[in-house]
């Protein structure tokens, strides 16, 4: 299985790359913020727990967001891999992740990160708040989400690279040669493991 984490601050383009991803390499795509907003839409009960941290700019508590994942992988044990795009967040939920992997004789496969700066993440994240209307997507709010990405999420990238794993992609530029440095990446993996 290909198991690869799409990391990067909010803003960076992971969302737009994973779907680009997942036609290419035929992977399945599971982004645990689109789930949580479609269980806030919903209005069920992990919804109405979840919306109080989304809405504030914080993370959703380890516990729950794992509770998600590990369903995930018990229900599509047949896949070629996944693409786990906002997940793991945490170095909790990193460790939580890598031993379940080991359970199943799985593990990470390759962590890609998208690199953009804080000023293009604002104006990309006030453009998409206006475009969407997602309630995250205000100035005030992003600015928390920066900061719970600095201090919670970005001690990630020395985890992954401990672990040989951590791959920087330059997030600016046109989508098309963003992705084209991601596909060079993951076929030059693909190569190494033939
Ligand atoms: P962005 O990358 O733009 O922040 P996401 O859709 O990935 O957008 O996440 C939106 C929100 O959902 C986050 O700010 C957070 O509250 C919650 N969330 C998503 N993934 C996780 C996670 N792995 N752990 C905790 N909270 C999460």
Redesign the pocket.
């Known amino acids: 299985m290909f198991n690869l984490v799409l990391f990067?601050?909010?803003?960076?383009g992971?969302?737009t790359h994973a779907i680009r991803i997942k036609e290419k390499y035929n992977l399945f795509h599971f982004?645990?913020?689109?789930?949580?907003?479609a269980e806030i839409n919903n209005k069920t009960e992990l919804g109405l727990r979840?919306k109080e941290?989304?809405n504030?700019?914080?993370?959703?508590?380890?516990d729950?967001?794992f509770e998600i994942?590990e369903s995930l992988i018990e229900k599509h044990k047949g896949v070629n891999g996944f693409i786990l795009?906002?997940?793991?967040?945490?170095i909790i939920?990193a460790e939580q992740l890598d031993k379940a992997q080991t359970k199943i004789n799985e593990s990470v496969s390759m962590v890609l990160s998208l690199v953009v700066d804080e000023d293009e993440l604002m104006k990309r994240?006030i453009k998409?708040g206006e475009e969407t209307g997602?309630h995250?997507?205000n100035e005030a709010i992003i600015k928390r989400?920066f900061d719970?990405?600095n201090r919670q999420t970005s001690p990630l990238i020395e985890y992954y690279k401990n672990q040989d794993k951590y791959y920087e992609i330059y997030g600016l530029g046109s989508v098309d040669s963003i992705f084209g440095r991601i596909t060079n990446i993951i076929d030059a993996y693909f190569a190494n493991i033939k």
Request: hydrophobic share 30%; no cysteine; glycine share 14%.
């Open positions: 990067g601050p909010p803003g960076s992971k969302g982004s645990t913020g689109e789930y949580l907003r979840a941290f989304i504030k700019g914080n993370l959703v508590p380890d729950l967001v994942i795009d906002g997940f793991p967040r945490t939920q994240l998409r997602r995250d997507d989400r719970v990405y």
